[in-house]
């Protein structure tokens, strides 16, 4: 199958993490011309819009679930003093990521991690203030349990940005689990919004996610 034929079938068919290595290996190069520019997808613009409008000042973030970096990429010219960190499982889709730059010309990322997701995840830096998440959590990849490998990440009283594929939200229980990790105490209560994920005159255009937004607490034992 050729690079230009990949699309969101394949991406929401795979099942496992050595699934969608193999599916990004093949992607990565073509990824925003086959896919990003050709459907209008405008899902990582809408998820830095979102952070910037409903995040204070923070300094230390990290973009989980990489990918080819254009999430980071606004975000940085939204806010051009953060330090951002990745984390992704495909390294050739962080190779992509490396090259995105700010609107000064610097790198985009201080830092990228190939990291699978649906594990604990090792963190080498100071806990961050924030995580944001674009596409990431959707059929095939993330689901509600990859959540508390996440909140390790952040220090007590960050910020999680993330979005979920709207029909994932409903079928894997998302909400059920935020519930979970309220009762806990390990999250304050999110906010959930809704997005669109494609500009209009997209053949995709009316597809939504929802944004959880919300703050870590105590740690979870």
Do not use: C
Not at 134 to 147: A, R
């Amino acid at each position: 199958m050729s690079d230009e034929a990949l699309g969101l079938e394949q991406a929401y068919s795979v099942k496992t993490p050595e699934d969608n290595r193999r599916l990004y290996a093949k992607w990565a190069a073509t990824y925003e011309s086959s896919f990003v520019d050709a459907k209008q997808y405008r899902y990582p613009k809408a998820i830095a819009q979102v952070f910037d409008d409903v995040v204070p000042s923070v300094t230390r973030v990290l973009d989980i679930g990489t990918g080819t970096g254009l999430t980071g990429m606004y975000l940085s010219r939204l806010r051009t003093g953060l330090v951002i960190d990745g984390m992704d499982i495909s390294p050739e889709m962080l190779a992509q990521a490396k090259l995105k730059t700010r609107a000064d010309g610097r790198v985009v990322y201080r830092a990228l991690y190939e990291r699978d997701l649906t594990k604990k995840v090792p963190n080498e830096n100071a806990p961050y203030q924030a995580l944001f998440s674009s596409g990431t959590f959707t059929h095939g990849h993330l689901g509600p349990e990859s959540l508390r490998n996440l909140l390790p990440l952040l220090e007590d009283g960050g910020w999680l940005v993330v979005g979920v594929n709207n029909e994932h939200f409903e079928s894997k229980g998302f909400a059920s689990e935020l519930e979970s990790l309220v009762a806990l105490a390990g999250i304050e209560r999110p906010e959930i919004m809704r997005i669109d994920v494609y500009e209009p005159g997209s053949v995709h255009y009316g597809d939504q996610a929802r944004v959880i937004v919300t703050r870590r607490q105590a740690p979870i034992t």
